[in-house]
């Protein structure tokens, strides 16, 4: 399925503005959804146009919301990023490792590096921070500084 | 790591370490010999790069991404410069493209030789660790001739590529290409053809075709499982839509089809490098790239030596990016490597860990060992399990020493 052909599924399905979906040149398609209808994209992404292949998951920090987009494979060489948001005051999202088990590292990730809460990931050792990384430093937020760690933090330099 | 149980205990070694390489850390429990479970633990080496990248220019991202992998060096500075590139609306010269190409397949040599260098080492064949990684040699000497450095080549540049390929040079690479075929045959016909090789690497460090789909794996860990993925067929960049080449695959799904994904693949990119080399388009290597680059975003992925590398790129219209990630292959397929140790030996471990070509960059490497019979535990050193491994399999007739036929 090329990226036209997925775009057009999803627009049917969906019923998204063409503010929320793109498709800038082939075997690319970025799309924007509301996280209460994310896991139904996810899936229908899944199970439905066959995107079996979690490349990443990429954070941001966008001031009031933190966003992550899911980019997503298929076998033709079209990468589906679909983008979803939550309040920074509340970052809880549910994990996708039921669906990709290999998610797991990159939903570690979003919890060290940008302060989201991964609901029903598994027990397990963080990652990428190390042990002793204070609590509530997110260095990827965009107003995160190293001088925030304080004297002695874990990188001071 | 799992938790412990009171009268257990465990030595720390780590995680810098200075006779070691690759900072990770694996905790393994065992019942007498056999692998229950494998927890690993990353980001000994997280260095922050992405962040770093927001707070630095686009051009001084390039070296900065450049330094992400000693190995894969060329790898991540062109998924960056692909994705900037595409945000900016540049069309880069087609010699450059060719260019980044011979430089990737050349890298893609080293990277591979390497490999095969360090796989050897890992099951006592010394012997052809001191092979591949003189014959890798001939392929660094001409890194080294046409980018003026033997790692972190500095050849990419928003816009294109920084240095030309003279008539002398290529000259020079497609004489490089003879040697190297006829030790790459060797290598193949060692590899499938050797009855201790072939013994040893059979059957072991398992994942099947269904598991590997599922756990996301990348590069030549996926395709030696039978999964035709390959960047350059399936989402070309560069040159790759102009140059014939075949995708290897291998179903056997273990170690040994890994090693024969690899060396088979060695072949391809001969040709590919042969191709591009003679087939060279006349033009400018680059074009002017504005220092600031427009909002938008873009995706840029690369196949690397040990699989796929994504890079996502957001740009806000200054002269920083908004956001950059990385993924590396490496990242995608230490997911498999549990599977992989599921119900082996512990004599299994450095070979199917070395097996995915792992790239975690610089440092340690220390094995937590758990009998989950006596509830005890005691911490492993890499060169140690290695030693062990070799014994462990020589005691059962499986030796090293004594494959013949070398050259």
């Known amino acids: ?157 | 790591m799992p938790e412990m149980n009171s009268g257990e205990f465990k030595i720390p070694i780590g995680p810098q370490h200075p006779a070691l390489k690759e900072p990770t850390s694996f905790s393994v429990a065992l019942k007498g010999e056999k692998i229950m479970g494998v927890d690993v633990r990353l980001g000994y080496n997280h260095r922050g790069i992405e962040k770093a990248c927001e707070e630095r220019t686009y051009i001084q991202d390039v070296y900065l991404i450049e330094r992400i992998c000693g190995i894969c060096s060329h790898s991540h500075s062109t998924a960056f410069v692909q994705a900037v590139e595409e945000i900016a609306g540049l069309e880069v010269p087609k010699r450059a493209k060719y260019i980044r190409m011979i430089i990737g397949e050349l890298e893609r040599i080293h990277s591979h030789l390497l490999w095969l260098g360090v796989a050897g080492h890992e099951i006592g064949f010394d012997t052809l660790l001191m092979y591949t990684w003189r014959d890798r040699e001939i392929a660094m000497d001409i890194l080294a001739e046409i980018t003026g450095n033997r790692v972190n080549y500095g050849m990419n540049t928003i816009g294109g590529v920084r240095r030309d390929i003279t008539a002398a040079q290529a000259k020079e690479v497609m004489e490089a290409l003879k040697p190297l075929e006829e030790r790459t045959k060797y290598y193949i016909d060692i590899a499938t053809q050797e009855p201790t090789i072939v013994e040893r690497l059979s059957g072991v460090g398992y994942v099947s075709k269904e598991d590997t789909i599922k756990l996301g794996a990348v590069g030549p860990t996926a395709r030696a499982s039978g999964v035709a993925r390959d960047i350059r067929r399936d989402d070309p960049y560069s040159a790759y839509d102009e140059i014939p080449f075949n995708v290897i695959t291998d179903d056997h799904c273990d170690v040994y089809g890994r090693a024969v994904v690899r060396l088979k693949e060695l072949m391809e990119t001969y040709k590919m490098i042969s191709y591009g080399v003679m087939n060279l388009p006349e033009g400018p290597i680059s074009v002017r790239a504005p220092r600031k680059i427009p909002a938008g975003e873009a995706i840029s992925r690369y196949e690397a030596p040990r699989g796929e590398d994504f890079h996502y790129v957001k740009s806000n219209g200054s002269d920083h990016p908004e956001r950059v990630k990385v993924r590396a292959p490496t990242l995608a397929n230490v997911q498999c490597v549990k599977k992989m140790l599921e119900n082996r030996y512990l004599a299994d471990l450095p070979i199917v860990v070395a097996a995915i070509d792992p790239c975690f960059s610089c440092t340690d490497r220390l094995i937590e060992v758990k009998d989950v019979d006596k509830k005890s535990s005691d911490v492993i050193e890499w060169n140690d399990l290695t030693r062990y491994s070799i014994d462990w399999y020589r005691d059962r007739g499986i030796d090293m020493t004594k494959v013949g036929g070398l050259k």
């Open chain 1, 1 to 157: 399925m090329d990226a036209e052909e997925t775009k057009q599924k999803l627009v049917s399905k969906f019923v998204l503005p063409d503010t929320s979906i793109r498709s800038p040149r082939t075997r690319r398609v970025f799309m924007e959804i509301d996280y209460a209808r994310f896991r139904e994209a996810l899936e229908y992404s899944y199970n439905g146009l066959a995107y079996k292949a979690l490349a990443a998951i990429t954070g941001f920090d966008e001031g009031e919301n933190l966003a992550f987009m899911y980019h997503m494979s298929n076998e033709e060489g079209v990468v589906l990023s679909i983008k979803t948001f939550v309040k920074k005051a509340d970052p809880s999202l549910m994990t996708i490792t039921d669906i990709f088990p290999g998610a797991d590292v990159f939903e570690r990730e979003l919890v060290d590096l940008l302060g989201a809460k991964v609901e029903g990931l598994k027990p397990g050792d963080r990652y990428p921070l190390t042990d002793d990384w204070p609590a509530g430093q997110y260095p990827l937020r965009k107003d995160w500084k190293v001088e925030n760690l304080g004297e002695g933090g874990s990188c001071q330099r």
